[in-house]
């Protein structure tokens, strides 16, 4: 079983940065093909942001704006997301989540294998 565990969440005003990181488990990380942040705002579903493959091919959301930038280093086993400009709308809990082989599908949670607990982020205008 991967363990994913996310950092970086926060309180933020509008128009800060942050940047969320994940880090999975060594044990069972050849396991994983893809790496993706989600997230989930109050009262909405939880939707993909971005994901990353072993090579380092990224994939964005279409709702997501030039803000975001995730990275992965799979030496150290990390996922990054760094968004800029954060806006009240960007608030909610950001998830880490894997799936095993290419990010094909990463944005339908049907395909996603592990999931870590999140990290909430709180964007105040």
């Known amino acids: 079983q991967v363990q994913l565990v996310e950092s970086g969440g926060g309180s933020v005003q509008a128009g800060g940065s942050l940047r969320l990181s994940c880090v999975a488990s060594?044990?069972?990380?050849?396991?994983?093909?893809?790496m993706a942040w989600w997230r989930q705002a109050p009262g909405k579903e939880r939707e993909g942001v971005a994901a990353?493959?072993?090579?380092?091919?990224?994939e964005y959301a279409d709702s997501v704006e030039d803000r975001f930038t995730v990275s992965r280093d799979n030496a150290k086993n990390t996922l990054d997301l760094q968004i800029n400009s954060l806006k009240p709308e960007d608030s909610g809990t950001y998830y880490c989540a894997a799936k095993s082989w290419a990010c094909n599908g990463w944005s339908d949670s049907s395909y996603i294998r592990f999931w870590g607990q999140g990290t909430q982020v709180t964007v105040s205008s």
């Open positions: 060594n044990d069972y990380s050849h396991q994983i093909g893809c």
């Open positions: 990353v493959d072993r090579t380092g091919a990224r």
